[in-house]
């Protein structure tokens, strides 16, 4: 069974610094894919990010880029300029896919890093 | 932007009582799940839904819960006697195919009291 561990519960960064939140797994799988939800405090869930196992290059979206490092099964998301709107709870996911190239697609979560961003 | 809606925002329900929470999906997607997040806990995967029947679920998912497809638009999760331990956020979500992401509804919130 697949497992994701985010070991961080909360973190705090100044307004436009910089800040990393960690993310392991734990699969046999090869192919899978990884991604980080952000869930501010009306409970939305919005995609950030997301990364194919199989690219070796990293994803990167605007002000928000991961550190993948497959053979560690480590996904790390970093928030350049942090921003007052990215006060949220960031989840990790793991999503494994069938040898067919699609997916269930059931998504397995962490536990979340409650990102604060002050002022 | 499309996006998947989900009714009532908050649904309040005494023990023991059935309670069936809504989506609507966005148009051309095909695969639909439901997920569970219990306060201050993680998003748990509830059960997927693919070509008019349950693909996977989870053993959260269990004789209590029923999901339902019934018009080609709505897809509802049902919940028989409701347990004070069902009361969470319960996501709905749904993908265009099996390599895009999920595009998540704003949750129901279900009180059990």
């Known amino acids: 069974a697949q497992t994701v561990t985010q070991s961080q519960p909360e973190m705090s960064v100044q307004e436009a610094e910089t800040v990393t939140l960690s993310c392991t797994y734990d699969?046999?799988?090869?192919?899978?894919?990884l991604f980080w939800y952000k869930q501010p405090p009306s409970r939305q869930m919005i995609l950030v990010i997301r990364?194919?196992?199989?690219?070796?290059q990293n994803a990167t979206e605007n002000r928000f880029s991961v550190n993948f490092q497959k053979a560690a099964k480590s996904f790390s998301l970093k928030i350049s300029d942090s921003q007052l709107g990215d006060t949220a709870m960031y989840f990790c996911?793991?999503?494994?896919?069938?040898?067919?190239?699609?997916?269930?697609?059931?998504?397995?979560f962490g536990k979340g890093t409650k990102l604060s961003v002050k002022p | 932007e499309p996006e998947v809606t989900q009714t009532p925002s908050h649904q309040v329900t005494q023990m023991g009582q059935e309670v069936i929470l809504r989506c609507v999906p966005i148009?051309?997607?095909?695969?639909f799940y439901w997920y569970r997040q219990i306060l201050g806990q993680k998003v748990e995967f509830l059960v997927s839904?693919?070509?008019?029947?349950?693909?996977?679920k989870s053993e959260i998912f269990d004789d209590q819960f029923s999901v339902e497809r019934p018009d080609g638009s709505n897809f509802t999760l049902k919940i028989r006697s409701t347990k004070l331990e069902d009361s969470a956020m319960y996501f709905c979500?749904?993908?265009?195919?099996?390599?895009?992401?999920?595009?998540f509804g704003d949750g129901t919130r279900l009180s059990i009291l």
């Open positions: 148009s051309n997607h095909l695969y």
């Open positions: 996911a793991f999503m494994r896919l069938m040898n067919y190239g699609g997916s269930q697609g059931n998504l397995i």
């Open positions: 990364q194919e196992a199989y690219k070796q």
């Open positions: 979500a749904s993908r265009p195919d099996s390599n895009q992401p999920q595009h």
């Open positions: 699969t046999s799988e090869n192919n899978y894919y």
């Open positions: 839904f693919y070509n008019n029947e349950i693909s996977e």
